[in-house]
DNA sequence: CTTTCATATGAGCAACTGTTCATATATATA
DNA sequence: TATATATATGAACAGTTGCTCATATGAAAG
């Protein structure tokens, strides 16, 4: 961040200055809020939130996934590639297949939070 | 989706049907999905986080947050106007200024559970 | 070794996103 | 009314994303 503390915009930066000064100890390191920000973004697509509800119910593997969704098979592997790459889930390869679960209940407690807040 | 659910691409399709109707009854609908992924898509970006972050501790007037994030303040606007149409945050207007502050304890739960998946 | 099947992956492209810049709106004050 | 301040907003642009298509890799069977 550029060091314009000094330069208020607005005069109420001033009158706040405590507030200012405890939310700047409260607020994560950047390195934190930007990977928080990277993990909201692999939940942020239709197709990454379908895949986990589908792995939700029980591990699967790609072609499965791709037939239950109606999407191609290159779809999938790359969507599940990202969210190899998140840790979100884990694979098991069995002969030519590879199956695909949860990675842990992180997964379903952060879709269940979110989806509090959308059937509210 | 396509009708393709008859035209298995990987034998495991018919192995696993049982897994597949169990999976396909427990799906939430298309627009839910698709809802709850665009819930994420809106914390998925770092300026949205931090704004929300910086929420946490109080109300704040939109050049005091783009102050103390060091962006400008057509950029935090522009943020907030997005985090408003999620109904994440609301406003309350004071002469000229106006401060936002957090909607609802949902948008505590959420970010606290994906901080817990950051920094284990 | 060759073929087949399941999956992974790179390139390319259209659609989307976040910022900047310029400007508009809204409120208060002289 | 004119001016100043705080915020909102539209256009434009660069960077990113998710899909498709073609192809590569990996494993089992002939």
Redesign the interface.
Known sequence: ??D??NV???E??FV?QE??D???Q???SEE???????????????T???IL??L???E??V??I?????MT?SAISHQLQVLKKSKLVKYRREGK?VFYSLADD?VR???G????????
């Open positions: 961040m550029p314009q503390k208020p915009q607005c109420f930066l706040h507030i200012v405890r939310v700047n409260a607020l994560p934190t809020l930007f990977d928080l920000a990277e993990l909201f973004k692999v939940f942020g697509d239709s990454r939130v379908k509800y589908v939700f119910e029980a699967m593997c072609c499965d791709a037939q239950l969704l109606g098979q297949t992180h407690a952060i879709l939070q979110g989806m509090d807040h959308v059937t509210e």
